[in-house]
């Protein structure tokens, strides 16, 4: 659904960029090699203008401040086609009542094993706020969680920690924590069947260009972050 309204704007920013190239080269009477010049980059808008033919019904410092508004507009749809390709994604925490389950009844509450409260020996993170661990400073609480459930019948339990006190589910969409950026983090793109079509390793924080580009992919439903170490599951992100 989202691949067809992609789909849809990026056919009308085509159109709007034909139009534009259209209205540019009528409005200047300019050659097909000095556009062709200026898109590159090797000459001004004055230089190419210039260049081209000069039509005797069109008096030329007109057809300079034309030139300029149309360039303008040009440059503003080229920004718009910039920003309209940002990712728009939702980050999503476990579900509050997993790390409540986990923390009134200290076991799994998917799986029944007993959870394990410690000392903070690591940074984590907490799946609930995504805020790293303080090492030695806070409790946490260790259960077996699986992150399909609702998604696939096909489980992948694994460890994650909590908070041992309650503390604020992240929450703020189309924007990725910055308290994981300081992690070694792997993003995996799951498809059908939670086939991983895709796995980008991120070490410098920089989330979101990775993000951008699974979600690229059409065939990519959703992502897992996970820790680039230990492997365990952080939190899931969904296209907006
Ligand atoms: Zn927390």
Redesign the pocket.
Known sequence: MGGTRFARAGTERKTRATDIVRSFREDLAISPSSLRHLRSGNVSLSQAVQASETPPNIERKKRIVRAESVHLSWDYQSNQETNMKEPKFSIRAIPDEISAAARNTRRSPQYGHPAHVELAGGTGP?R??L?TFYVGKENRILFTYNPFDGLDPYPSPGPIF??ETP?ATYSPRDKFPDTLRSLPLVFEGYGSDRWVTVREKVIDGAAEAVITRIFDQPEVEYIHVRHGEAGCFIAHINRA
């Open positions: 907490c609930q706020c805020c909590v908070h503390c």
